[in-house]
């Protein structure tokens, strides 16, 4: 149980154009997501808490205008990097929880994003 | 969320077992130990967490002090998938402070 999937694994993206990225929990609701990123070699930084049916609150530094987050239902958010950089190739990552505040969080397996 | 603090690598033998540990001094009653493990380029991985007893499920054992100080990760017989970094992280159960917040965590060589 508490699979979280994501989607794409790997996209790579002309400089100036936008990708959106998909966040499902499979096998249980999530009104809470959050959304990672990891550049090489370093730890995960939290980019910003998804609340269904509300704005996302961003972590101090991320931009919310460029990093476009949706979280329409209970089992999918999605993140969207707009008119995209080559300094914004990174591994992003999703992670959700259900149940009980006290539950995990589960994470997806990441999307490689390539800015050229 | 209290800091976490965790030597940067250790390794361990193939079939022995792997304690990872972890010290969390400024942790406060309501926060949970969490550890989660990244093998490379993969999302991390839930592994156990607890709030003052030892807990133990399948993958591993955590082995949390009576003053809630430090914890330590057992991995019973570790494999070489087990490479990975270990992460400790300690949490807010409930509210809008629930967040994971991920340290440089510990990297894990299991050798042959």
């Known amino acids: 149980g508490a699979v979280v999937s994501q989607h794409p694994s790997r996209v790579i993206c002309k400089s100036g154009t936008s990708v959106k990225i998909e966040c499902r929990s499979l096998?249980?609701?999530?009104?809470?997501m959050f959304w990672y990123r990891q550049f090489p070699k370093q730890s995960l930084m939290l980019m910003a808490t998804?609340?269904?049916?509300?704005?996302?609150?961003?972590e101090q530094g991320v931009e919310k205008d460029k990093f476009l987050i949706n979280h329409a239902s209970l089992t999918l958010s999605t993140l969207t990097v707009t008119s995209a950089h080559p300094e914004d190739s990174s591994f992003y990552i999703c992670?959700?929880?259900?149940?009980?505040?006290?539950?995990?969080?589960?994470f997806g397996n990441g999307t490689r994003l390539t800015v050229t | 969320d209290a800091k976490t603090t965790q030597p940067p690598s250790m390794d361990c033998a193939e079939g022995r077992a792997a304690n990872l540990p972890c010290n969390h001094s400024?942790?406060?009653?309501?926060?949970?130990v969490y550890w989660y493990r990244q093998i490379h380029s993969q999302g991390p991985q839930y592994i156990i967490h607890?709030?003052?007893n030892n807990e133990t499920n399948e993958m591993a054992s955590l082995i949390i002090t009576e003053d809630r100080k430090s914890s330590t990760l057992i991995l019973p017989h570790a494999t070489l998938r087990d490479t990975a970094v270990y992460y400790c992280?300690?949490?807010?159960?409930?509210?809008?402070?629930?967040?994971?917040?991920f340290g440089k965590g510990i990297t894990l060589s299991v050798r042959p």
């Open positions: 992280i300690v949490r807010v159960a409930t509210g809008a402070n629930s967040k994971l917040t």
């Open positions: 400024t942790i406060s009653g309501n926060e949970y």
């Open positions: 998804s609340n269904e049916g509300s704005k996302a609150t961003y």
């Open positions: 607890g709030l003052k």
């Open positions: 992670s959700a929880r259900g149940g009980q505040t006290s539950s995990p969080l589960h």
């Open positions: 096998d249980f609701q999530a009104t809470t």
